[in-house]
């Protein structure tokens, strides 16, 4: 099974090495990429007041279903959610995004049906059913980063060791979010791959775009959302010199 | 040529998936969190259960083995749950990179 490599039909044995090369550069580069997926921006109280996602890579599968559907769906937070039934890419806690090519409206389609309702119906099938993570509301993301504020204090209050900070760096299999509270209690939280350097510097870099682009904006009030445009250009700007500078960082 | 790594571990604590604690033991804690030993083992279990909830929801990707561990300026929390929800939490100070193999292999032993 293993050690079988696939011969390509190629005029020399050097072309044969040539294009072994590319393909490992190819792939090489494929799993190189490593990405930053998100900032936010939590004000002392606990407030979201700024958030940008610079990438989200979304896992979906769209497939066609005949009557009976296999799956068992439920209702989960305003979205219809799988229950059971994980196959073919379509994990348990992925939404519907969209029926027959047409996104859904939370728990409804787009003309307004219940999609329980209409996935009973025999008569509707065979139907196109698009799954996959769904995406955070406005709503969510500010009570996700209120929930990260307490949880910042309660790490270091569990704390065995005297003097903790809160927590600066939360580790999971798929990312990585980095936390820098500044001083003046303003948290810059990151959300990047697991395996991305650097994001100390941009910490320390998102915050020194804050004081430059938003403290100094004479039209901006503390602890408000961050409404300027400056910050928003530069903070993409950084964003993308640290994806540049930790990729080669891991390479080397 | 060998290097001896100095590793120190504050504490261990076992969960089970109600959460109740059903295992606890400090070595080498240097401070207590101010309340009782009860309300600590609810609160230690209760950050736990809204960091798994709020990893779920965070993440961009669908994960497999989910939340890992956490890290703040003085220690490390290293976390662990087998498939019948029992949940194993160290804390140790910063050097400790990985204690999935040591946590796997308390519960297996």
């Known amino acids: 099974m293993s050690g079988r490599k696939e011969v390509h039909p190629c005029e020399s044995p050097l072309d044969n090495l040539y294009m072994r090369k590319l393909v490992l550069s190819a792939g090489q580069d494929a799993t190189a990429k490593m990405v930053i997926f998100s900032v936010y921006v939590v004000n002392k109280a606990g407030g979201l007041i700024y958030q940008y996602d610079n990438y989200v890579p979304r896992a979906e599968a769209e497939k066609t279903f005949s009557y009976p559907l296999d799956l068992v769906l439920k209702h989960h937070d305003e979205k219809v959610v799988v229950s059971f039934g994980q196959r073919d890419g379509i994990r348990v806690g992925h939404a519907v995004l969209s029926i027959n090519g047409v996104d859904v409206i939370g728990k409804n389609t787009a003309d307004g049906k219940d999609i329980l309702e209409y996935l009973k119906d025999a008569s509707n099938y065979p139907v196109s059913i698009r799954f996959g993570r769904a995406r955070l509301s406005s709503n969510e993301k500010l009570m996700l980063a209120s929930m990260f504020h307490s949880l910042f204090a309660i790490g270091s209050q569990l704390s065995p060791e005297v003097g903790s900070s809160g927590i600066e760096m939360l580790e999971t299999d798929v990312f990585k979010l980095h936390c820098f509270q500044t001083l003046t209690g303003i948290k810059f939280i990151v959300l990047a791959d697991p395996r991305q350097s650097g994001i100390d510097a941009l910490l320390r870099k998102i915050y020194e775009i804050y004081s430059d682009f938003a403290l100094k904006n004479p039209f901006y009030s503390l602890e408000m959302p961050i409404r300027c445009e400056l910050f928003d250009q530069n903070l993409k700007s950084a964003l993308e010199v640290a994806e540049k500078a930790g990729n080669f960082g891991a390479g080397s | ?109």
Not at chain 2, 13 to 39: H, P, T, V
Not at chain 2, 46 to 58: A, P
């Open chain 2, 1 to 109: 040529m060998l290097f001896e790594e100095k590793m120190t571990v504050h504490n261990l604590y076992i969960f089970d998936r109600n959460g109740n604690c059903l295992y606890y033991n400090e070595w080498n804690r240097k401070k207590q969190a101010g309340i009782s030993k009860e309300e600590e083992f609810k609160l230690m279990y209760g950050m736990l259960f809204s960091i798994r909830s709020f990893v779920s929801k965070m993440s961009p990707l669908d994960m497999k083995e989910g939340f890992l561990s956490f890290q703040t300026s003085k220690y490390r929390l290293h976390y662990y749950e087998t498939p019948s929800g029992l949940k194993f939490v160290m804390n140790t100070d910063l050097s400790v990179t990985n204690a999935r193999d040591t946590l796997q292999h308390i519960y297996s032993n």
